[in-house]
Nanobody
Framework: QVQLVESGGGLVQAGGSLRLSCAAS????????MGWYRQAPGKQRELVAT???????NYADSVKGRFSISRDNNKNTVYLQMDSLKPEDTGVYYC??????????WGQGTQVTVSS
């Protein structure tokens, strides 16, 4: 079993910053991609950013230039630095890990609230 533990969410004013962390533990095969998704109230879960084992990143258009994803392979941890936050960034942020067998693992989610 793989467990993902997220941290770093909270309440911040518009224009502020937060840094999310997600640490994977348990029986882990080699990790391929790691990423962050979010879900706003009444909306579907959407991709925020992903990073491959080779360091290739991908971002949603809405966060490009404001968010930065990174990973520490030694710690099986992925980070999301969020700057210039907007009220529309509010939602529950979920970490996802994909191992080399293409199995997906999800974290429990962490709330991010941006006040105007």
């Amino acid at each position: 079993q793989v467990q993902l533990v997220e941290s770093g969410g909270g309440l911040v004013q518009a224009g502020g910053s937060l840094r999310l962390s997600c640490a994977a533990s348990g029986t882990i095969y080699s990790i391929n991609a790691m990423g962050w998704y979010r879900q706003a109230p009444g909306k579907q879960r959407e991709l925020v950013a992903t990073v491959t084992s080779g360091g290739r990143t991908n971002y949603a258009d809405s966060v490009k230039g404001r968010f930065s994803i990174s990973r520490d392979n030694n710690k099986n941890t992925v980070y999301l630095q969020m700057d210039s936050l907007k009220p529309e960034d509010t939602g529950v942020y979920y970490c996802k890990v994909v191992d080399v067998r293409a199995l997906n693992y999800w974290g429990q989610g962490t709330q991010v609230t941006v006040s105007s």
